[in-house]
């Protein structure tokens, strides 16, 4: 069964849950999604780079010019 079938019928699951079993799935799921934490220097990096895309400085790009970029650094 693909990831995405699999989405849905635990979603499925999950709408009808009572709080008992949404804990379970929350004991379960919870160690398993990455926590990410920026530290000071990253987090003055992307506001710098925020202020930048305000103020019409920095670069930006649409999403078809990332996949772009990806597929051509692919080959």
């Known amino acids: 069964m693909k990831a995405s079938d699999l989405r849905?019928?635990?979603?499925?699951y999950v709408e009808q849950?009572?709080?008992?079993?949404?804990?379970?799935?929350?004991?379960l799921v919870k160690p398993t999604v990455k926590q990410y934490e920026l530290?000071?220097?990253?987090?003055a990096e992307l506001r710098e780079r925020e202020r930048?895309?305000?103020?019409?400085?920095?670069?930006?790009y649409t999403w078809e010019q990332v996949e772009?970029?990806?597929?051509?650094?692919?080959?």
């Open 8 to 12: 849905n019928e635990v979603h499925g």
């Open 17 to 27: 849950a009572d709080e008992k079993v949404l804990e379970a799935i929350l004991t």
């Open 39 to 43: 530290s000071e220097t990253q987090w």
């Open 52 to 60: 930048e895309y305000q103020a019409g400085e920095g670069e930006s």
């Open 68 to 75: 772009q970029k990806l597929n051509g650094k692919r080959k």
